[in-house]
């Protein structure tokens, strides 16, 4: 009796044991799953960046964001901002004309989706990234040009206006007397309000807009209406835009260029750095000017280069709205 006593005993002992062992791992495995999810980091969605020192443009679409608006959606009505700033005489109404007197206006977007429109050589319509939106959504077209996006404005309905505002005509006067064509590195370069938004489904869309060079040529069409130059993204990796001597990013197609590098594995940062150093390859002169460009991929990183010193972008992200200092290659 004792020794089936001991048994028994000894039977229910190691059951004990064994229903211990087995409850356990389940408890530690609860343990565990409640950390992690308490240590879960959020999402860095939604962010709005754009080139140089913008904040009204880019509090404009990170405030959409945060309200659910599209990536889309934001970044144009971020960038018509600067297109409607009187002030800003190097995007829209109020920017500097061409060596004939006449202010043209040239814009590109792109949608998550990889659809894209642009228009060229815009006169009197000041918001030319909208009309490149309506050539995208209304049109077969990614392009359209001079008076054919004039008329496809018209018919859409777009306000007909003169861009060429008091201040700006009398800068051009002044211009006449020496008639003097030197792209100033950070000023007269600083020609184009570049954005890209990522928003709270982690969809990237881009928008492009400028008026060119200062007293360029009558008929010039730089980087930022084109696709893969001025602009380009892919919703599965991310997207760049760029800001600068148009001449030179058309010549290396420096946004498509970074995007493909983002693909192959490297960051926006090396990305960024890698199109800046081809560039500098190709032209022998990269010391007289500037060409920079801002990138963001799909984990929500950053990167930004340019050739010379003086180029910032801004970022707003969670409530914050922050104008950031680039890398740059030398000193000006």
């Not at 489904?201 to 400028?210: E, L, Q, V, Y």
């Not at 960024?272 to 032209?283: M, P, T």
Request: hydrophobic share 35%.
């Amino acid at each position: 009796m004792k020794r089936r006593k001991f048994i028994s005993q000894s039977l229910f002992s190691g059951s004990g044991l064994l229903l211990s062992a087995g409850i356990l791992p389940l408890n530690s495995l609860a343990n565990k799953t409640t950390l992690n999810m308490t240590n879960k980091v959020s999402k860095p969605f939604p962010i709005t960046i754009a080139t140089w020192n913008f904040p009204n443009a880019s509090i404009m679409a990170g405030e959409m964001l945060e309200n659910g608006a599209t990536a889309l959606d934001a970044v144009e009505q971020g960038v018509m901002v600067e297109e409607a700033n009187l002030k800003n005489t190097t995007v829209g109404k109020g920017g500097a004309p061409d060596r004939d007197g006449n202010v043209t206006l040239d814009a590109c977007i792109m949608a998550p989706t990889g659809d894209a429109g642009a228009v060229v050589y815009l006169k009197n319509n000041t918001h030319a990234v909208s009309v490149a939106r309506k050539v995208m959504e209304e049109t077969p077209h990614v392009m359209l040009a001079g008076e054919g996006a004039d008329q496809f404005a018209r018919e859409q309905g777009f306000k007909q206006e003169n861009l060429l505002t008091p201040e700006s005509e009398k800068a051009y006067k002044e211009w006449l007397k020496k008639k003097e064509y030197k792209p100033i590195i950070n000023i007269e370069n600083h020609d184009t309000i570049g954005m890209l938004c990522i928003d709270q489904n982690g969809d990237i869309a881009g928008a492009c807009t400028s008026s060119g060079l200062s007293y360029k040529m009558n008929g010039r069409v730089g980087d930022s209406p084109i696709i893969g130059s001025g602009l380009f993204l892919d919703n599965e990796v991310g997207g760049a835009v760029a800001t600068g001597m148009g001449e030179a990013i058309m010549k290396s197609v420096g946004s498509f260029l970074i995007v493909e590098l983002m693909r192959q594995g490297k960051s926006p940062q090396e990305a960024c750095e890698e199109a800046i150093k081809r560039i500098i390859a190709r032209n022998p002169n990269y010391r007289e000017f500037q060409a920079a460009f801002i990138t963001l991929n799909k984990k929500g990183e950053i990167g930004s280069y340019c050739i010379q010193k003086g180029f910032s972008y801004v970022k707003y992200q969670q409530g914050k709205n922050e104008n950031v200092e680039s890398g740059y290659f030398m000193e000006n």
